[in-house]
């Protein structure tokens, strides 16, 4: 099993910035591939931002992409996204995830309970 934590979510204005955290107990957290997912009112949840579990290797979805940075603390158990130039159509509940390799995210995740991030415009 593993737990995920998200925090660092709230109001921001259009423009502005917000850097999520995701704490991960459990397993070996060098092992797992994380991503953060968001789901916006109405719509189904997206996956926006994937890293290895070395790091070595980022995803990004063309809605973020050059506005959003994932990143990983192997030593703290962390994963972030750094959010920059947030729009309101960034507004969502915002979730960490993990995987194994091999795994697939819509059956073999783990998640965690989401953060709101709310941009006003």
């Known amino acids: 099993q593993v737990q995920l934590v998200e925090s660092g979510g709230g109001l921001v204005q259009a423009g502005g910035s917000l850097r999520l955290s995701c704490a991960a107990s459990g397993r070996p957290f060098s092992s797992l591939t994380m991503g953060w997912f968001r789901q916006a009112p109405g719509k189904e949840r997206d996956k926006i931002a994937t890293i290895s579990w070395n790091g070595g290797w980022t995803y990004y979805s063309d809605s973020v992409k050059g506005r959003f940075t994932i990143s990983r603390d192997s030593t703290k158990n962390t994963v972030y996204l750094q959010m920059n130039s947030l729009k309101p159509e960034d507004t969502a509940v915002y979730y960490c995830?993990?995987?194994?390799?091999?795994?697939?995210?819509?059956?073999?995740?783990?998640w965690g309970q989401g953060t709101q991030v709310t941009v006003s415009s």
């Open positions: 995830a993990a995987k194994w390799d091999g795994t697939s995210w819509s059956s073999g995740a783990y």
